[in-house]
């Protein structure tokens, strides 16, 4: 299926339908008074998280979405019936931006939960609403007000918590099919990954991980080089990045100065980005003589500066993967925690207030 992370569409939520001008007429009773009744609401437009679907390749073709319109109402106080609502539903992780005033409107993450994203217009009412003691013969009546139209642009960004940073041909997609049971696609040219894949690594029961391979990043990429621009936004819901680096690459440049082009269209992109805890992973190191790799990689960490987390992997023979992935998990796990206990310190700081 081909992947598509962004759509734009219009949407237009339906007209209250208007009030009614109307007066009851029956026999013996010549002067019955008003009995227009008011119109029905507009249809409101929600969108919803769809566990099933992945991509916003169906709103490639269905550019405008309109809900139903409320009917007038008629003789008799009888209501218009009210317009049906219309619902969208969506991928898990698509955030929706009012195309002309550029604001974010809604951020579909929760499964089922409906999110209403336009509101549908108010009924009109009829003339019996304006009767009083001093006009007993209304011909006023108010039309139903327009429901809200906004264009959209959508744009999805897919739930990770392990994003794969690097150049391409640098082994991400061969990482991911180490530890997940994903399976992109690996050829020993670069650019094989077009589109942005996820994995689940599973370190046990109920122990387990999402990770994302994006296509690679190129110099420039920030400024709409390549792929990755495209797909770089994929990467700001992860909580750890693993910048891969090829230690033996096949046209013998610099893995130094691979590190740093893509720590450069990092920093340009986004400063959130670049503040995420990032773990450098030196792989391929397969390639290299038994005796030579300490040497080779220290060599690299010196030209890089690097002081975090290093590991040292050959993904394709799942040399070292196994512990990456082990202790990826377990700084999920802190990250979580932290994350619980902070919520747990503002509630009892709250309650405190109250009292």
Request: proline share 4%; with cysteine; charged share 25%.
């Amino acid at each position: 299926m081909k992947f598509v992370d962004e759509a734009k569409i219009r949407i237009e939520a339906g007209k209250g339908g208007n009030g009614c001008v109307s007066f009851r007429r029956e026999k013996y009773i010549p002067f019955g008074g008003p009995d227009g009744g008011d119109g029905g609401d507009g249809g409101s437009i929600f969108v919803v998280a769809d566990e099933n679907l992945n991509t916003l390749i169906d709103l490639r073709f269905t550019k405008a979405f309109r809900a139903e319109s409320g009917e007038s109402g008629q003789s008799r106080n009888c209501t218009g019936r009210g317009g049906e609502d219309l619902t969208i539903s969506l991928p898990v992780g698509t955030q929706i931006y009012d195309e002309d005033t550029e604001e974010l409107l809604a951020d579909v993450l929760v499964v089922g939960e409906p999110i209403k994203i336009a509101q549908g217009g108010f009924h009109g009412l009829g003339n019996v609403r304006y009767k009083s003691s001093t006009n007993r013969a209304p011909r006023q009546h108010s039309n139903g007000s327009m429901g809200e139209a906004r264009n959209l642009l959508l744009e999805l960004k897919v739930l990770a918590d392990v994003g794969l940073l690097g150049l391409p041909n640098a082994g991400k997609s061969t990482l991911i099919r180490a530890v997940s049971a994903a399976k992109p696609k690996v050829a020993d040219y670069p650019f094989t990954t077009l589109h942005p894949n996820l994995g689940v690594v599973s370190i046990e029961a109920h122990r387990s991980f999402v990770i994302a391979d994006i296509p690679g990043i190129i110099e420039g990429a920030s400024e709409g080089a390549g792929l990755g621009i495209q797909f770089l936004k994929h990467l700001a819901r992860t909580r750890v990045l693993l910048h891969l680096v090829d230690v033996a690459p096949y046209d013998e440049s610099d893995p130094v100065e691979s590190f740093k082009v893509i720590e450069g269209e990092i920093q340009k992109y986004s400063d959130e980005l670049a503040d995420k805890p990032r773990w450098l992973v030196l792989n391929k190191i397969d390639l290299l003589p038994e005796d030579e790799r300490e040497q080779r990689c220290q060599e690299i960490l010196d030209g890089i500066g690097w002081q975090g987390s290093v590991f040292k992997i050959s993904a394709v023979i799942k040399e070292g993967t196994q512990l990456l992935a082990q202790n990826v998990m377990e700084a999920l796990e802190k990250i979580d925690q932290i994350a619980d206990d902070n919520v747990d310190a503002e509630e009892k700081l709250s309650e405190s207030q109250e009292q």
